[in-house]
């Protein structure tokens, strides 16, 4: 994702060097009229930034989530562990941008009611396969949480590595 934000950055700063190297016949308003023209052609739906960034990173991210190096992943899924802590064997969970599906097949395991949601079909597919591994019983679903329709009412609502990636406005 950051390499997504500072390739826009770069050709940014492109379109700037162009509007500095404009002839004085243009108007300060024309140029700044310019720029902005730029600037709403540059914004790229933030949620279709994070797609791409997924897309190709799905493997990647697998890596981390599974692996012994220290992991925000990690710390992320200890912090619902502690959550669920307090919720009886059989409470449900709805992971919000689960990614490859580790912290939903990680609460399976315990006994809670899993559901994972994530709008890349990458990471999906790789929390699909997870979950035949495991041999656990949480569920995984392709789709954006500003159109996901619960068919429940959920205990646990991790958000967890979801809310960054989303703008302001979202």
């Avoid at 994702?1 to 770069?10: A, D, E, N």
């Avoid at 004085?24 to 797609?51: A, M, P």
């Avoid at 890596?63 to 992320?76: C, E, F, H, L, Q």
């Avoid at 689960?98 to 999906?124: P, S, W």
Wanted: aromatic share 10%.
């Amino acid at each position: 994702l950051l390499s997504v934000k500072k390739r826009g950055l770069q050709w940014m700063q492109l379109k700037m060097q162009k509007v500095a190297s404009f002839p004085n016949r243009h108007s300060l308003s024309e140029k700044l009229n310019y720029v902005l023209n730029q600037i709403e052609e540059l914004r790229i739906d933030q949620q279709n930034q994070t797609k791409l960034f997924f897309k190709g990173h799905a493997v990647e991210w697998q890596k981390k989530a599974t692996g012994d190096v220290y992991s925000t992943i990690n710390d992320r899924h200890r912090a619902v562990h502690r959550t669920l802590s307090q919720y009886p064997k059989g409470a449900s969970l709805l992971d919000v941008g689960c990614g490859t599906g580790q912290l939903a097949i990680e609460a399976a395991e315990k006994g809670f009611n899993a559901r994972g949601v994530d709008f890349a079909e990458e990471m999906i597919s790789i929390a699909n396969r997870n979950v035949v591994e495991s041999g656990s019983y949480a569920s995984f679903e392709v789709g954006s949480i500003f159109e996901y329709k619960p068919t429940r009412k959920y205990d646990v609502i991790s958000a967890m590595g979801f809310i960054e990636y989303i703008s302001i406005e979202q």
